[in-house]
Structures are given as structure tokens and as C-alpha cells.
């Protein structure tokens, strides 16, 4: 970690961090928490260039996937974010050497790792630390990682991905807060998923990668970061095919080598960035993306009034009339992403007409409603359907985030709405979105970020 202290010190902005760190650390032991809000002066439209870092669900993958590797790996374009450095210091933590190349690149060496046991002060900071499982499970047949915590969206089950281990030969036990995972040998197997999941599509694979024989998912989940994962994997030496589509087969291999390997921009930044320039009928140029992999959210876009022009690796949104109603379905990939349903309804909230927004992924992805009608907003949510009835605006009101994408669309509804909105909680948002409040000052929003004194810090992640 010598050459990170090093990098950081001569890195200003990173050394202005961690003096923040220290800085919050030190209020937290005199028992005064601080804790940051943002303040976001409203009503302008967003104009200008933003450029989009690398994808946050494509990395909490990849980076653990690395402790496969017999060498060492060179990750490029990791964002930024909270649950980047989570997931990068649980590796630090289980003994990988860990250098940092700067900011968004890193090289792990994992070949020191001996333990299998992923304990719960590591894994309590976010969901996707159960990517552990099948990373342990397929380097050491066996594991032993305390369950996931990260955004609250009804009950998270992980009864797919121990479907998955046990199909390939493990035994899996859940007791004293712990999954404890055994296998004397995996065996390739043919797996068929009752409902389509990202994390277990990601988790089966990275347990069967190493296993004899062929294993063959069905039911996949086809998101775009399923498919980096499975090229990362690939320039290692393995043998995955199918990725992006429905069936997934893989040939286990022995060995997985060392690589160097970017990772694709993210999907949900860009498609937030998309819905903040529609919302606030501005005009912005969405740089580094991937057009492809937005196809669903510029369709909902065109329908509520917006202008997309899609460019080869970048997309440029305007907002030329009204707002327009919409209906909004969530599904998995290639569908409209669930990760964009609280952006898309606080765009709706003041479109002309009533918009309905079913969840199709999630139980309860409505959380955020509540705060959103503390400004203003029409909504009323039945279960897994939400109705919006659009008004002429939003009104400023203090608020909160209270997931990772409930607090993008609270800056969304801030940055519609005249006046000033102060938006709590903004832990949640600083784990998915790398450098926000710069990136929206660089399309003209009056963001700025303010540290509360003496507030009880409600538990972060
Ligand atoms: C990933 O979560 C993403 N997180 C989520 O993004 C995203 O919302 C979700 O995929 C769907 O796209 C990461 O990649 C770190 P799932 P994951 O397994 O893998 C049910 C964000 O904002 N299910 O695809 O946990 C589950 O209850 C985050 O970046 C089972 O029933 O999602 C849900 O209803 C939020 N049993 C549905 O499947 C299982 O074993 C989809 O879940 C697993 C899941």
C-alpha cells in the first residue's frame, strides 16, 4: 500500500480526501459525526459535456474475479465510488497485494490470499460481496462469507446462487450469520435459474470456471456487466461462451493467468445522466458510452419528448417541448433496467398526464416515492405499480436518499425543481456515482456539497 500512500500524496485531490477522511474520523471519535448533504439550487436547464466512468456492477464483479488468477491483474476504468474502494479493500484485507496504478486503474496480485472466510465487517458494507462466495468456492471448494447487506428493496434472497453451488457439487449451510460452502470437487452441471438474476448468473459462473467438466446456465441474466465479466474471465484464459444471451456454457479450465483488462463504461450513470437532461429540458452530450446498451432508456425518452442522437460512443439528449406521460415496465436486461425506475419517476412527476411505472424486478422499489411527494410530486404506489399523476412542478423541500438510485432521482427532482433542496443521506448516491457533484457543475447545476455538524450518523452501506 506504500505506492498508494505515495500516489495519493501526490495526487491533491486524493490527498484532500483522505485529509477528509481523517478529518470526519476524528469529529466521529469526539463523537460529533459529520455528515454531508447536498444542496442543489434548481430550475436551470442542464447544459454541456459529461463523461461517464466505468460501470460500479461491473466492477464489484471483476475486481473479486481476480482472485482467480494465477498472476497478476491490471483493472483499467474502475470508477471511482465507495463500493469500488469496499470491494478493493476486502481484498487488500484477505491479503492480496494490491497497487494503485491512479485513480481508476489498479493491478492485484492475489496469489498470497490463503483464507477462504469473508467476515461480516467486510461484507456488511455492500451487496455485491457475495461474488465472494463463488470466488472462494472455485479457488479453495469451500467458503465462508457472511450474507450481503446494501440497498433495502425487499427481502434479497441468494436462493439461486446456492441452486447454483449445489448443483455443482457443494454443500451449502446458512448458520450463525454465516453461508458456509463446501465442495471436495465441482463438477460442470446444467443449471436452470427459476427467475432470471444477475447475481446468481455472475456467482455461478465464477464457481464453475474452474470446475471439470462443462456447466451450462439457463435462464441467464444478459446485462451488459455479465458480459464484461465473462470477457475479463476470457482474456485469463477461460472458457465461457454464450454471455449476453439467455444460455451461458462453460468449460472449466485449470488455470486462469494474468491480464489487463478496461473495463465498459456504465449503463445506469449514462441513463441517469440521459434522464437529468430530459428532465430539466436541457441539452448535454453523454461521452464514453456504450449506445447499445442504452437502447431501452433513449426508447422511454423519445416517448416522453426528448431528442437522443446517438453518436459512436456517446449520445447527445435535448428537450425541445413538453413532457410527455409514459408507461414504465422494469425487466431484466434488455429491458427498461430496474436502476433506472426512481429516475424515470421523478422525471414522470412532472409530465403532462398520468404515467404508470410497474417494478418487474424487485418487491418494494418504491421507497423513495415518500420523499419525492415531499416536493411536490402526485404518486401512489399499490404493490409493485406506482401511478403518477403530473404536475405543472416540483417544489424545493428538505429531503433524503435512501438508496443508491432513490438519491440519483432526488437529485433529479432537485435539479427540476426552482429554489433550493437539500438532499441527506448522500452516502448512498457516493457509492454508484464517481465525482457527481463536479460532473453535474460541469452541465451548469448549482450543487454544492455541506457538512451537517453534530447529526447521528445513520449506518452507512
Ligand atoms: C444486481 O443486483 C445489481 N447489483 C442491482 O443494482 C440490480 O438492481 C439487479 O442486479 C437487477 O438488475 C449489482 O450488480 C451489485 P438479481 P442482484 O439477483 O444481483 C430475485 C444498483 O442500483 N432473486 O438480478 O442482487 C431478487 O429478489 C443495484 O446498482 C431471487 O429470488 O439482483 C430480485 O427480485 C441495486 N433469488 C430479482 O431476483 C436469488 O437467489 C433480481 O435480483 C437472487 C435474486
Keep these: 500500500m506504500e505506492s498508494e500512500l505515495i500516489y495519493s500524496l501526490l495526487n491533491p485531490r486524493i490527498l484532500q480526501k483522505i485529509i477528509l477522511r481523517l478529518e470526519i474520523k476524528q469529529k466521529f471519535i469526539e463523537g460529533v459525526t459529520v455528515l454531508d448533504k447536498y444542496v442543489v439550487s434548481g430550475g ?40 469500488t474502494s469496499a470491494v478493493i479493500r476486502i481484498l487488500y ?14 493491478e492485484i496480485d492475489a496469489s498470497k490470499i490463503t483464507t ?40 434479497r434472497p441468494i436462493d439461486l446462487h446456492i441452486k ?15 453461508v458456509d460452502i463446501q465442495a471436495d470437487r465441482l463438477l460442470g452441471s446444467q443449471i436452470y435459474l427459476d427467475s432470471v438474476s444477475v447475481g446468481a448468473t455472475i456467482n455461478i459462473i465464477l464457481a464453475a470456471i474452474k470446475a471439470r467438466g462443462v456447466t ?6 444478459k446485462e451488459p456487466h455479465i458480459v464484461d465479466l465473462a470477457n475479463f474471465l476470457n482474456s485469463m484464459g477461460a472458457d465461457i461462451r454464450g454471455a449476453g444471451t439467455d444460455v451461458i456454457k462453460i468449460h472449466g479450465v485449470e488455470h486462469l493467468s494474468g491480464t489487463t483488462y478496461s473495463i465498459i463504461p456504465d449503463q445506469i450513470e449514462a441513463g441517469t445522466y440521459m434522464v437529468a437532461a430530459a428532465a430539466t429540458g436541457g441539452d448535454v452530450l453523454i461521452k464514453n458510452v456504450i449506445p447499445k446498451h442504452l437502447e431501452s432508456i433513449t426508447a422511454k425518452l423519445e416517448e416522453v419528448g426528448a431528442v437522443v442522437e446517438e453518436y459512436d460512443d456517446s449520445i447527445r439528449v435535448t428537450r425541445p417541448g413538453k413532457l410527455l406521460k409514459c408507461n414504465v415496465k422494469t425487466m431484466p436486461h434488455p429491458g427498461f433496467p430496474t436502476d433506472m425506475q426512481p429516475q424515470m419517476a421523478a422525471l414522470l412527476s412532472t409530465a403532462e398526464g398520468t404515467s404508470i411505472i410497474t417494478e418487474g424486478v424487485w418487491d418494494s422499489r418504491f421507497r423513495y416515492v415518500e420523499q419525492l411527494t ?19 412542478e416540483l417544489t424545493c423541500a428538505p429531503v433524503k436518499a435512501v438508496d443508491l438510485r432513490a438519491g440519483a ?53
Design 116 to 155: 477462504h472466510v469473508v467476515p461480516y465487517e467486510m461484507t456488511k458494507r455492500m451487496r455485491a460481496s457475495y461474488y465472494f462466495m463463488g470466488v472462494m468456492l472455485s479457488r479453495f471448494h469451500k467458503a465462508l462469507i457472511a450474507p450481503p447487506g446494501g440497498c433495502d428493496f425487499g427481502v
Design 93 to 106: 484485507e484477505l491479503g492480496a497485494n494490491v497497487k494503485m496504478i491512479n485513480k481508476s486503474t489498479i
Design 374 to 392: 415531499r416536493m411536490g410530486a402526485q404518486v401512489q404506489v399499490d404493490g409493485k405499480v406506482a401511478v403518477v399523476e403530473g404536475v405543472s
Design 164 to 178: 447454483g453451488f449445489e448443483a455443482l457439487g457443494a454443500t451449502v449451510n446458512i448458520e450463525s450469520g454465516m
Design 216 to 221: 451450462i446456465i439457463e435462464n441467464a441474466a
Design 409 to 461: 432521482a432526488m437529485v433529479i427532482a432537485a435539479l427540476m425543481a426552482k429554489g433550493t433542496t437539500h438532499i441527506e443521506d448522500i452516502y448512498h448516491i457516493e457509492r454508484g456515482y464517481e465525482n457527481i457533484i463536479e460532473k453535474l457543475r460541469d452541465l451548469g447545476a448549482d450543487i454544492k456539497r455541506v457538512y451537517i455538524e453534530g447529526q447521528t450518523a445513520t449506518q452507512a452501506m
Design 44 to 83: 436551470k436547464p442542464l447544459c454541456g459535456e459529461v463523461t461517464i466512468s466505468g460501470a460500479k456492477n461491473a466492477a464489484l464483479a471483476i475486481i473479486p474475479a481476480a482472485i482467480l488468477s494465477d498472476g497478476i491483474c491490471r483493472i483499467e476504468n474502475i470508477p471511482n465510488i465507495s463500493d
